[in-house]
């Protein structure tokens, strides 16, 4: 990486308008490390994880029962994020014209005035902390703001009566093939003193607190080969030990995020989340994934926010088992839905269809549960049907066929709405419990071919199945070794299964009689394309 050093900018404003006595009741005289928790897109309180994401150019707060479950909208702004946990719940900044500190319960902490930037919350020694146009302020949980400062800072964390920040008056400057970048040098402030020093000359930014090292990504050096994988200026990650001030860089190849925890450094990279010990090496890989993902730590769970699928994935920092929670499903317009009236068009007639208004509002499980087990698939397919959808399993043919409002032809997916993605999931949830009340397992009614993981197939068994699950098919073997599709069907397809378990997959899992069977597959597939 080329480095250039940018014209510094005057020192640090000495700090004005404090009283010693007064800043050592605000911060205490010894706080605790771990009371230092930095806003996330994501957090769990108690029974409840609370996400704040991007859908469709839209800042969205959801909430989710932390076992899974169905996303909750619970708030839309301009600008929202950085969720921070206190004793008194989830609180969060959002944005919609003023900045606010905003209770997930939908209340209001704390406001400011328009067109201030707010940033950096965080939550120590039972207050709130944040930049309000890069001076540091406390927030009382009481929604009483007090300066402490007009330095004007990046970033910064809290130890005590210290606070460790990077200056947003003196930063240096780094060019990497025509872009220019900037990143403050990191100081330390003594609260009660007013006191500062410099403690490393360098480009710092990412800054986060663990114990008697502080964490952060260094701009005077790069990762080896960074500059060929990625389009911006990144730092190596470094950490810096307060007692003494020995500075090491952390042993690990990149890291595109991190967080430190007791159970180590939490990474993502470009191509999974891992864990490694708090100064790097003995790496675990928790999932692999190489899309754009959201990342936090809370409740020893690394909590993984899937962008392309808009899923939200649990991976235990042990190791174990990663677990899907839930996904968000598209936002549905307001809007009255009519009821239709009789004769309106030939498919309206009674017995025409299961549900005459799946298409329209979404299904009570109660209701499906009502209707008779042997007829949920043809519900379910019905939502296809009314879209065209031409069926080669003939006894669906045959079914549809006798229905007035089918035309076949001209079927497309994405014609097909929230709705009734919602309801073809919820009532294949019924039709699962069912299979599971008669003895079956998921692992046996949700597979196109049960054992394809255990022994060869032979071509008559696949031309038994319809033509086109046989891409389904291939890609069932890859699903059980926990493949994140970036394919949208494919993606929608697996999610509805209950066996399906995204992430840690690796093609060295699978066996030679999956490999056989995959190609196998693909082999009778080209010849049918051919």
């Not at 800054?207 to 260094?218: A, E, I, V």
Request: hydrophobic share 35%; proline share 3%.
């Amino acid at each position: 990486m080329k480095k250039g050093r940018g014209e510094a900018m005057s020192g640090p404003k000495r700090l004005v308008g404090l009283i010693v006595c007064a800043l050592m009741l605000l911060m205490g005289n010894a706080l605790a490390d771990s009371d230092n928790a930095a806003g996330g897109f994501a957090v769990q309180d108690g029974t409840v994880i609370y996400l704040a994401v991007s859908t469709d150019g839209t800042e969205s707060l959801y909430s989710i029962p932390s076992a899974g479950g169905e996303m909750t909208l619970l708030d839309q702004a301009d600008a929202l994020g950085q969720l921070v946990n206190t004793a008194q719940g989830v609180y969060y900044l959002r944005n919609q014209g003023t900045p606010e500190i905003v209770h997930a319960d939908g209340w209001t902490l704390a406001e400011f005035e328009q067109g201030q930037g707010v940033s950096g919350l965080c939550y120590y020694d039972s207050a709130l902390y944040c930049l309000v146009d890069g001076c540091l302020t406390r927030v009382g949980l009481d929604g009483m703001q007090e300066p402490l400062s007009d330095l004007r800072m990046d970033e910064f964390v809290l130890k005590g009566e210290e606070v460790l920040y990077t200056s947003a008056e003196d930063r240096k400057g780094y060019e990497e093939d025509g872009q220019i970048k900037e990143a403050g040098r990191l100081y330390r402030l003594n609260m009660a003193s007013g006191a500062q020093e410099l403690m490393l000359d360098a480009g710092v930014e990412d800054l986060k607190l663990m114990g008697d090292y502080l964490y952060f990504h260094n701009l005077d050096d790069a990762y080896l080969g960074q500059e060929e994988s990625e389009d911006y200026i990144s730092g190596r990650l470094y950490r810096l030990r307060l007692s003494d001030g020995a500075l090491s860089a952390v042993n690990c190849d990149v890291d595109l995020d991190y967080f430190p925890t007791d159970s180590g450094l939490v990474l993502r990279t470009p191509w999974d989340i891992s864990r490694c010990s708090l100064s790097g090496g003995d790496v675990k890989q928790l999932l692999a994934t190489d899309q754009p993902v959201n990342l936090a730590v809370s409740s020893g769970d690394a909590l993984v926010y899937m962008q392309n699928e808009r899923i939200l994935l649990r991976a235990p920092l042990n190791g174990s088992q990663v677990e899907m929670l839930g996904r968000i499903l598209d936002e549905q317009p307001e809007e009255a839905v009519e009821e239709a009236e009789a004769g309106d068009s030939a498919g309206q007639a009674d017995g025409e269809y299961i549900f005459p208004n799946s298409d329209k509002e979404r299904l009570e499980r109660a209701q499906v549960e009502a209707l008779d087990p042997e007829l949920l698939p043809y519900a379910r397919n019905e939502i296809y049907a009314r879209h065209g959808y031409e069926f080669q399993n003939e006894k669906y043919a045959e079914y549809f066929a006798g229905k007035s409002w089918y035309r076949p032809g001209g079927f497309s997916k994405s014609d097909l709405n929230s709705i009734e993605w919602y309801n073809m999931d919820l009532i294949a949830a019924v039709e699962e419990t069912y299979s599971q009340d008669q003895g079956e397992t998921p692992q046996t009614a949700d597979y196109i071919f049960p054992d394809s993981n255990k022994y060869k197939l032979t071509r008559e068994e696949i031309e038994q199945v319809d033509s086109d699950l046989w891409p389904y098919a291939r890609n069932e073997i890859y699903a059980r070794h926990g493949y994140v599709f970036n394919n949208e069907k494919y993606a929608r397809y697996f999610m509805k299964k209950s066996w399906y378990k995204p992430g840690g997959f690796s093609e060295s899992s699978l066996s030679s009689v999956e490999w056989y069977n995959m190609e196998l597959i693909q082999q009778m597939e080209n010849e049918l394309a051919g």
